[in-house]
Every structure is written in C-alpha cells, then in structure tokens.
C-alpha cells in the first residue's frame, strides 16, 4: 500500500521557484511527523524542513527564509514552496513519515514511510 505520494519536482533556472506536494493516506497524516528531506548526487540524504502535528516547523539553516512548509489537513497533504532556488538545491526530494513519534530533522533513519521521490533540477 501507498503511503506517500511526492509531486511537482522539475527543472528551473536559479531564483526561480517550485512547490512539491506530498499526500499521504489519513492514518499516516494525522499520526505523524511530516517532513521533506533531500539527497544530493554523491551526497548523504538530509533533512529540509519536518512539522509535526500541532504544525510546529524546524527548518534547515540552508534552507531558511527561502523553503516554506505548510499542510492541508483536508486533504493530507504536506506542501514544501521553495523560493530563490540555488543550484545547490538540486537533488531529489523525498518526503517522510515519523509515525507516533516526534519530529528529528537531521536523523533521516528514524522516518518509517518515505515517498518515491520528485527531481529538482536549478540551472544557472
């Protein structure tokens, strides 16, 4: 069964923007923390952005002032608006389910459910 859905990755020029979706079944949405996490080419996956289910948000200091995360309760799904995009943003981007637990940005092993993963590309 399919737990996480990512969508609306692409390929976009430096200061451009992208938002990435994420839905996820009821059961996973409304007991978990959700986050966004990144992984690079050559590089170890790390954590963009988690909130949790009282809407709390920790945010890489790479990414602060830039990304933005937020959620439809409605329709569980997860959202990650990405502004000013740099060519270090590039990479693929998961999103992750931390059920019954709280959120941890900078331990990707503890999220239980993750997406197939969505491309972002930023060109110069």
């Known amino acids: 069964q399919v737990q996480l859905v990512e969508s609306g990755g692409g390929s976009v020029r430096a200061g451009g923007s992208l938002t990435l979706s994420c839905t996820a079944s009821e059961y996973l949405y409304k007991r978990s923390c959700m986050a966004w996490f990144r992984q690079a080419p050559g590089k170890e996956r790390e954590g963009v952005v988690t909130i949790d289910r009282a809407g709390s948000t920790s945010y890489a200091d790479s990414v602060k002032g830039r990304f933005t995360i937020s959620k439809d309760n409605a329709r569980n799904t997860l959202y990650l608006q990405m502004n000013s995009l740099k060519e270090e943003d590039t990479a693929l981007y998961y999103c992750?389910?931390?059920?019954?637990?709280?959120?941890?940005?900078?331990?990707?092993?503890?999220?239980?459910?993750w997406g197939q993963g969505t491309q972002v590309t930023v060109s110069s």
């Open positions: 992750a389910a931390r059920l019954w637990a709280g959120c941890q940005l900078t331990l990707p092993s503890e999220y239980n459910f």
